[in-house]
């Protein structure tokens, strides 16, 4: 493989994915239309020849000039506070971007792998979650439109691998965190780190009882590398296993911000889940991958990150 295309490579896992690909010696086309990505994640990688930009939404027709070995999917919002604002346009990328996505890796002859996410899972009724469960999903709920647009973009991918015999991969993300996210994502752990760092009150919503299983960024991309590089077309979840509940990130960011924030709740969303953890026997075992970054040595290099961003 030479060159790559990530849609969504403006946004937090994108544009660590494209720069950890220019970093590789890939030629990279960054796609994104800046609906909820950020020209700030990219802009170090403007003027290096290993990688251009295209402003575009995947939601219409894809065009590219030249051959592309591999299409890597990305473009879709993906915190709550996002495609609750924006929930057509969650849905059509889902769909019509897959589409669009999968429509030209036939054309071009190339592979192509789908960012699915651990949402497929809905509020579980199995605890931990393999990739062999099939979910607990409200479809008119809230968060549906993120739910349903990801298992309809699994379905279609592996519909083209059938049909048409893409050379597919999809990965299911679970909870990722790191330097690149927004201040104001609406993800636990940027808004709890904001608020620290802020001194304002950390905001849990419900009783904090419920759990999350939080994954570096650096551990993801390198699993998504391997999964890339493998020959695996159905579902891999890649996630850390380590689960704690709400209150106890709360506690640790309050903690290593050195921050006087009192901890507060509030009423807890429609439909959230009160459990997710990955269950990472799949990738253990196909990929040799498992993440290796701690919580506390994670949420410190996130922490400087959002100490420079707040300056």
């Known amino acids: 493989m030479s060159r790559i295309l990530v849609t969504g490579g403006a946004g937090f896992l994108g544009s660590h994915l494209c720069e950890r690909l220019v970093n590789d010696g890939y030629q990279v086309i960054c796609m994104d239309n800046y609906i909820t990505g950020n020209n700030r994640n990219i802009e170090h990688l403007k003027g290096n020849d290993k990688i251009e930009f295209v402003e575009h939404d ?37 769909s019509l971007g897959t589409h669009n996505s999968l429509g030209l890796a036939v054309a071009k002859k190339s592979g192509f792998l789908l960012a699915s996410t651990s949402e497929v899972y809905g509020d579980p009724k199995i605890h931990p979650q393999p990739e062999s469960y099939w979910g607990n999903v409200n479809p008119i709920g809230p968060r549906g439109v993120y739910d349903e647009a990801k298992r309809f973009a699994e379905a279609m991918t592996m519909a083209y691998h059938r049909v048409h015999g893409v050379d ?14 927004r201040v104001h994502d609406g993800r636990a752990i940027p808004e709890f780190i904001s608020q620290a760092l802020k001194g304002e009150p950390i905001t849990v919503f419900g009783d904090g009882s419920q759990t999350r299983s939080f994954c570096y960024i650096d551990d993801l991309i ?40 009192e901890i507060v709740f509030k009423p807890l969303p429609e439909d959230d889940p009160k459990v997710r953890q990955p269950d990472i ?9 498992e993440p290796k970054v701690t919580l506390e040595e994670g949420l410190s290099k996130t922490i400087e990150y959002f100490r420079e961003t707040l300056k």
Not at 67 to 91: K, N
Not at 281 to 289: S, V
């Open 281 to 289: 026997t799949k990738a253990k075992k196909i990929l040799d991958w």
């Open 222 to 261: 390198e699993g998504i590398i391997s999964l890339m590089n493998s020959g695996e077309h159905e579902p891999v979840n890649l996630g850390n296993p380590h689960e704690m509940t709400i209150n106890q990130l709360a506690e640790k960011i309050v903690e290593l911000t050195d921050s006087s924030s």
């Open 58 to 94: 995947v939601s219409k027709y894809i065009s590219v000039d030249g051959e592309i070995d591999f299409i890597l999917h990305f473009a879709s919002p993906a915190s709550p506070i996002d495609y609750l604002e924006l929930p057509i346009q969650t849905l059509k990328v889902g």
């Open 168 to 181: 597919s991969r999809i990965v299911r993300i679970f909870n990722t965190y790191g330097p690149k996210m």
